[in-house]
T-cell receptor, first 112, second 115 residues
Framework: KNQVEQSPQSLIILEGKNCTLQ??????????LRWYKQDTGRGPVSLTI?????NTKSNGRYTATLDADTKQSSLHITASQLSDSASYIC???????????FGKGTKLSVKP | KAGVTQTPRYLIKTRGQQVTLSCSPI?????VSWYQQTPGQGLQFLFE???????NKGNFPGRFSGRQFSNSRSEMNVSTLELGDSALYLC??????????????FGPGTRLTVT
């Protein structure tokens, strides 16, 4: 079954600290993997999109990695800010019909 | 360039009623996808339209339907509403369809509450 699992479910960190969010998937065949940030009450906003051949992609303080062999991805946030408080959603496109399969997200809270 | 817009932003309906939600994509985008987001299930794909044709469909009952107009605007309809249909409905647009891995841009969503 095509699934995307994210961990942890929630995370609280202090402002200025780094953190890493995990995403494991069992989607096959794999097309691409995206990380989205969703602020409360708003639609998701894309952070990165990675295809099979890409191992690392950065977007400012956000760095995503992809290991297609182990089917794992991570999102590393450097020097966190209060505005990073949001849900981070891992999405994999793939499967026989090329559907988008969503993880349930990691809720990150950055405290002062 | 204006972003994806969705109307209405909030809606309260009664069980058994039907509802129509509207989505206007970014100018020039031809693909529109719809998603349902609930606290328990997260984001779930409903369907995708490209050039007025439904190209992809998720695992939702037939009560959920949609259409796309020639100007790429899209509507989603839910008939015979159930309490479990209470959710945030998100629309996303992209330049091309899913095959080309184009970036998707989400709207702010319509919060539907069924009582």
């Amino acid at each position: 079954k095509n699934q995307v699992e994210q961990s942890p479910q929630s995370l609280i960190i202090l402002e200025g600290k780094n953190c890493t969010l995990q995403c494991n998937y069992t989607v096959s065949p794999f097309s691409n993997l995206r990380w989205y940030k969703q602020d409360t009450g708003r639609g998701p906003v894309s952070l990165t999109i990675m295809t099979f051949s890409e191992n690392t992609k950065s977007n400012g303080r956000y760095t995503a990695t992809l290991d297609a062999d182990t089917k794992q991805s991570s999102l590393h946030i450097t020097a966190s800010q209060l505005s990073d408080s949001a849900s981070y959603i891992c999405v994999v496109r793939g499967g026989s019909q090329g559907n988008l399969i969503f993880g349930k997200g990691t809720k990150l809270s950055v405290k002062p | 360039k204006a972003g994806v817009t969705q109307t209405p932003r909030y809606l309260i309906k009664t069980r058994g009623q039907q509802v129509t939600l509207s989505c206007s994509p970014i100018s020039g985008h031809r693909s529109v996808s719809w998603y349902q987001q609930t606290p328990g299930q997260g984001l779930q794909f409903l369907f995708e339209y490209f050039s007025e044709t439904q190209r992809n469909k998720g695992n939702f009952p037939g009560r959920f339907s949609g259409r796309q107009f020639s100007n790429s605007r899209s509507e989603m309809n839910v008939s015979t509403l159930e309490l479990g249909d209470s959710a945030l409905y998100l629309c996303a647009s992209s330049l091309e369809n899913w095959v080309r891995s184009y970036e998707q841009y989400f709207g702010p969503g319509t919060r539907l509450t069924v009582t």
